[in-house]
Nanobody, 120 residues
Framework: QVQLVESGGGLVQAGGSLRLSCVAS????????MGWYRQAPGKQRELVAT???????NYADSVKGRFTISRDNAKNTVYLQMNSLKPEDTAVYYC??????????????WGQGTQVTVSS
């Protein structure tokens, strides 16, 4: 089994910054991709950013130029640096990982989510 634990959420004023972290642990052989998604009240969960094998990144248009995703493969950790935050960034942010376990089984995992609230 694999667990994802997020941290770093909180309350910040518009224009401020936050850094989210997500650590994967358990029976991990390798992680193909890690990413961040978010879900605002009354809305569907949406992609924020993904990183594949440490160097190929993808961002939602709404966060390009403001958010940066990075990954430490040795620590099975993914980060999301969020700058110039806007009230519309308010949501629960979820970590996601595409994992190949030591059993050679490939599975997709989600963290429990961390709340980000941006005040105007």
């Amino acid at each position: 089994q694999v667990q994802l634990v997020e941290s770093g959420g909180g309350l910040v004023q518009a224009g401020g910054s936050l850094r989210l972290s997500c650590v994967a642990s358990g029976s991990i052989f390798t992680i193909n991709a890690m990413g961040w998604y978010r879900q605002a009240p009354g809305k569907q969960r949406e992609l924020v950013a993904t990183v594949i094998n440490g160097d190929s990144t993808n961002y939602a248009d709404s966060v390009k130029g403001r958010f940066t995703i990075s990954r430490d493969n040795a620590k099975n950790t993914v980060y999301l640096q969020m700058n110039s935050l806007k009230p519309e960034d308010t949501a629960v942010y979820y970590c996601n990982a595409d994992v190949i376990a030591t059993s050679c089984r490939r599975s997709n995992y989600w963290g429990q989510g961390t709340q980000v609230t941006v005040s105007s």
